[in-house]
């Protein structure tokens, strides 16, 4: 069961960063990373009532104020996210976004020194952080001329952005916050309702979004919200895979590299049906970047 858990969490999150991009790419939607804050709070709104009601999970309160701090900084990294997706390709992004690994890593190195840091974890860090200077850097000299030939067949064109790469950094370091307080919070709470607390709390960031978006008099247009529910309930989905192949101990170390390379999954999807193109050095950059997360997940069990 923990193979089949840890596919449908490496589809089902390499679906979100399809569906999301979609929903997110119209850099003439100044809101669409908040109408897609809006669909994942839904989504995440309807699975919490779902576990509170069926499955009797505990949640109180307390139990939502106490995890309140994690859930803003993994919230708040996704809508950073959702907005990189305007201004930079799918398969730049995705395994940027996925090195917050290597920085959960580094935090731990530097609080609690190497006793807590592994060999391997250290060689994935190295690599990772490699790799995205290396992305970074191809980025930023890419010739102009050359980036408007690559993006010709692509559905989408991007024109070179110091956003590009702040965004989805900005990601990664929050994400790793988030991470880091998650597995000091989680020694106090139960996971089910800390998950509920979550779902909860993007609840109520996705209303927040809904309030301002009337606000700002945001006609709803149904054919571009689709892939953004979508994308939220492949977002769901792949949370539950997530936990419950985790939860296998006895497969851990194989479940864990599995789900991590869901990056490398996104890279091809937006391949296939964006037709993005990028140079041999973004993928050579991009492939350093997916072997160091491959690496940390098989050491980070």
């Known amino acids: 069961m923990w193979f089949l858990l840890s596919i449908v969490a490496l589809l089902c999150w390499s679906g979100s960063d399809l569906f999301s991009k979609i929903g997110c790419a119209d850099r003439a939607d100044k809101l ?7 669909a994942v709070g839904a989504v995440m709104g309807l699975h919490a009532a779902w576990e509170i009601f069926v499955g009797k999970t505990e949640i109180t309160l307390k139990i939502i104020v106490a995890y309140l701090p994690v859930s803003l900084l993994y919230i708040l990294s996704m809508a950073l996210g959702y907005l990189a997706l305007r201004y930079i390709e799918l398969s730049v992004s995705s395994p940027v976004c ?3 690994g290597a920085l959960v890593a580094i935090i731990y190195l530097v609080l609690y020194g190497p006793r807590e ?6 060689t994935a860090t190295a690599v990772i952080c490699a790799g995205v200077i290396l992305l970074g850097v191809v980025e930023s000299r890419e010739d102009e001329a050359l980036r ?3 993006q010709k067949k692509s559905n989408y064109k991007y024109v070179k952005s ?3 790469l702040i965004l989805p950094l900005l990601y990664c370091l929050l994400d790793a916050a ?3 307080a998650d597995s000091r919070v989680l020694e106090k709470i139960n996971e089910d309702s800390a998950n509920v607390a979550y779902e909860l709390t993007f609840l109520f960031a996705g209303v927040c979004a809904l309030v301002y978006c009337l606000i700002k008099r945001e006609k709803p247009q149904p054919k571009k919200a689709a892939p953004r529910f979508v994308g939220a309930v492949f977002e769901t989905a792949g949370q539950l895979a997530y936990i419950y192949a985790i939860g296998d101990e006895e497969h ?6 599995i789900i991590s390379a869901y990056c490398a999954l996104s890279v091809l999807w937006s391949s296939i049906f964006l037709k993005e193109r990028l140079s041999k050095k973004h993928y050579a950059a991009i492939a350093v970047v997916i072997v160091g997360i491959i690496i940390m997940g098989v050491f980070d069990v």
């Open 32 to 38: 669409s990373h908040l109408k897609m804050v809006i």
């Open 98 to 100: 996925n090195s917050s």
């Open 117 to 122: 840091t592994g060999v391997g974890q250290l």
């Open 148 to 150: 408007a030939e690559r």
């Open 162 to 164: 110091p956003l590009a």
């Open 178 to 180: 988030g991470t880091f």
């Open 252 to 257: 851990v170390m194989l479940a864990a590299p």
